[in-house]
């Protein structure tokens, strides 16, 4: 059975730092690409970032660019989201997902950017 | 790039059909059959109902499809039934992943 947890939200400052963590289980974790999918609080839902399965390719919506960084250890199956710079509009629920589809979802971790 | 259009409701009655609309351009919807929709029950993370614009996934009741024409990807559920009630997004994963700004579906 396909698992991912994420783990890392909490409520942090604007303009703080925060990182994010999908650990996956019950696939082979370096065969696919990894997305992150956010969805603020009574908001639809909005693709942040992807990656290849070796890492060699990263891609980004245009209003987390030059702020987040999305990155993966295949070794420990795991994926990243470093939060850089982070406004009250990143404010969301931040979900893993397996890239083939989307047809894999974490329960989500909730980050809350606010004074 | 703007998300892809949904209408922002729609309803229908225990037992009958509804079909939900998800409008895009010749650069994401258009361009191949790499669209996707998605079930939300509240709370919930999302479940894929269909993948390349028409296909199901192992375990979804053949009361959903799914079809596209020109820029536009529709979902169908046929023979509404209560437990149907939930938002629906549509993706476009066509080079950059698109979502659609989600509908919400009343069984009434």
């Known amino acids: 059975e396909v698992q991912l947890v994420e783990s890392g939200g909490g409520l942090v400052q604007p303009g703080g730092s925060l990182r994010l963590s999908c650990a996956a289980s019950g696939f082979t974790f370096s065969f696919y690409w990894m997305s992150w999918v956010r969805q603020a609080p009574g908001k639809g839902l909005e693709w942040v970032a992807n990656?290849?399965?070796?890492?060699?390719?990263?891609y980004y919506v245009d209003s987390v660019k030059g702020r987040f960084t999305i990155s993966r250890d295949n070794a420990k199956k795991s994926l990243y989201l470093q939060m850089n710079s982070l406004r009250a509009e990143d404010t969301a629920v931040y979900y893993c997902a397996r890239d083939d589809y989307f047809g894999d979802w974490g329960q989500g971790t909730l980050v809350t950017v606010s004074s | 790039q703007s998300a892809l259009t949904q209408p922002a409701s729609v309803s229908g009655s225990p037992g009958q059909s509804i079909t939900i609309s998800c409008t895009g351009t010749s650069s994401d919807v258009g361009s191949y059959d790499f669209v996707s929709w998605y079930q939300q029950h509240p709370g919930k993370a999302p479940k894929l109902m269909i993948y390349?614009?028409?296909k199901r996934p192992s375990g979804v009741s053949n009361r959903f499809s799914g079809s596209k024409s020109g820029n536009t990807a529709s979902l169908t559920i046929s023979g509404l039934q209560a437990e149907d009630e939930a938002d629906y997004y549509c993706?476009?994963?066509?080079?950059?992943?698109?979502f659609g700004g989600g509908t919400k579906l009343t069984v009434l």
């Open positions: 993706c476009s994963y066509a080079g950059s992943r698109l």
């Open positions: 390349e614009a028409s």
């Open positions: 990656i290849k399965e070796d890492g060699s390719e990263k």
